[in-house]
T-cell receptor, first 115, second 112 residues
Framework: GAVVSQHPSRVICKSGTSVKIECRSL??????MFWYRQFPKKSLMLMAT?????????EQGVEKDKFLINHASLTLSTLTVTSAHPEDSSFYIC???????????FGPGTRLLVL | GEDVEQSLFLSVREGDSSVINCTYT??????LYWYKQEPGAGLQLLTY?????DMKQDQRLTVLLNKKDKHLSLRIADTQTGDSAIYFC????????????FGTGTLLAVQP
């Protein structure tokens, strides 16, 4: 089956620093990847849609300069949280579309804690 | 706007059937999905149904879709303790750039 990995699985950083999260499709090529944010005991909120070789499409209310997304290859998308603050602490999950299937496969998530 | 609602919590005994319900508002959705999330983990796709279907069965899982009422359910037969997790329904238009709108999630607790 389609496997999506994320790295790191958890990260703690100081306020004001930047953190990069990687999302990889391991056994398929993903032209489209998605980044979600999940607050404790809440549903997933779509942050942006990332297409290989082009700029990401951000959802309303998501700051593109704050959450930088790069989809440089068909198997890798990165999310960089710039100048992180405690309110950015959350669980970030990526997913990738399988071209032949009508669904998305999700990574295991990255827990970010900003002190 | 788009809204997908689920009840927050369901508790069942091991061996019983579980039924998790979901209501959605976007009648143009092509696919409806059920995902499972275990603590601290990502989402695992359980099953999905095309909007022109009424029912889909996959081993212990049965999905029922009432398109008229915009109601989706997931029945888990012979529920096991390993089924304890949060279950999310989601709706989408299909295709590689298909955006998913997730429900609020139902926490299923299976008592031994």
């Amino acid at each position: 089956g389609a496997v999506v990995s994320q790295h790191p699985s958890r990260v703690i950083c100081k306020s004001g620093t930047s953190v990069k999260i990687e999302c990889r499709s391991l056994d398929f090529q993903a032209t489209t990847m998605f980044w979600y944010r999940q607050f404790p005991k809440k549903s997933l909120m779509l942050m942006a849609t990332s297409n290989e070789g082009s700029k990401a499409t951000y959802e309303q209310g998501v700051e593109k300069d704050k959450f930088l997304i790069n989809h440089a290859s068909l198997t890798l998308s990165t999310l960089t949280v710039t100048s992180a603050h405690p309110e950015d602490s959350s669980f970030y999950i990526c997913s990738a579309s399988v071209p032949s299937e009508e669904t998305q496969y999700f990574g295991p998530g990255t827990r970010l804690l900003v002190l | 706007g788009e809204d997908v609602e689920q009840s927050l919590f369901l508790s069942v005994r091991e061996g019983d059937s579980s039924v998790i319900n979901c209501t959605y508002t976007d009648s143009s959705s092509t696919y409806l999905y059920w995902y499972k999330q275990e603590p601290g983990a990502g989402l695992q796709l359980l099953t999905y149904i095309f909007s022109n279907m009424d029912m889909k069965q996959d081993q212990r899982l049965t999905v029922l879709l009432n398109k008229k009422d915009k109601h989706l359910s997931l029945r888990i037969a012979d529920t096991q303790t390993g089924d304890s997790a949060i279950y999310f329904c989601a709706e989408g238009d299909g295709g590689a750039t298909n955006k998913l709108i997730f429900g609020t999630g139902t926490l299923l607790a299976v008592q031994p």
